[in-house]
Each structure stands twice: as structure tokens, then as C-alpha cells.
């Protein structure tokens, strides 16, 4: 079983920056995709970025440029700066890990930019 644990998130005004963090703890194996989910009221979620162990990235084209997700495999954690803030950024942001078939969820923090 894998516990992911988010921290960071909260309110920041428009063109601000926000770091948010995520641990990974329990059976991790070593080759994994570690990323970035958001979800705003009344949308599905939506991929924000993601990083695999090998340090490959892929990100959403509303964040390129203005968002940076990076990881420490010593620490298994994932973390996305984002600056450049925009009001539709405000969502729950979720963190994600993948090692096919199987697939962990943070509970999520919340994300508001306002205007």
C-alpha cells in the first residue's frame, strides 16, 4: 500500500507563485510516473504535469511555462512551483503516483488564485 501526503496550496493573488509537495510512503517501487491532477467545481480532473523516475516531464499546455514539477527519488517526493498564477489555476490540486496496474491518490489540497 502507497500513502501519498500533500502540503502546500492555499490562497495567493493573481500573477503570485504557490509550491506545492507531495511524500510517497510504503511499498514504492523504483520506477514510477509521480505527478500533478487538478480538478475545479463542476470539471473533471485534469493532468497538470508529471515526472517519471528517469526525469522525463509532460505538462498540460494551460501550465507550460509557468509550471515546474521535479522529484528527489531518495525522498519520494514530488513537487510542483507554480508561478505565474491565474485564477483558472484555482482547483484541487491532486497528487498522483503510477506503477501500472497500480494507481495512488493524494486527498488533495486546495488551490485559489484569486483576481
Known amino acids: 500500500q502507497v500513502r501519498l501526503v500533500e502540503s502546500g496550496g492555499g490562497l495567493v493573488q493573481a500573477g503570485g507563485s504557490l509550491s506545492l509537495s507531495c511524500a510517497a510512503s510504503?511499498?514504492?517501487?523504483?520506477?514510477?510516473?509521480m505527478g500533478w491532477y487538478r480538478q475545479a467545481p463542476g470539471k473533471q480532473r485534469e493532468l497538470v504535469a508529471t515526472?517519471?523516475?528517469?526525469?522525463?516531464?509532460n505538462y498540460a499546455d494551460s501550465v507550460k511555462g509557468r509550471f515546474t514539477i521535479s522529484r528527489d527519488n531518495a525522498k519520494n517526493t514530488v513537487y510542483l512551483q507554480m508561478n505565474s498564477l491565474k485564477p483558472e489555476d484555482t482547483a484541487v490540486y491532486y497528487c498522483n503516483l503510477l506503477h501500472f496496474p497500480y494507481n495512488y491518490w493524494g486527498q488533495g489540497t486546495q488551490v485559489t488564485v484569486s483576481s
Open positions: 515526472i517519471i523516475s528517469g526525469g522525463s516531464t
Open positions: 510504503g511499498s514504492i517501487f523504483s520506477i514510477n510516473a
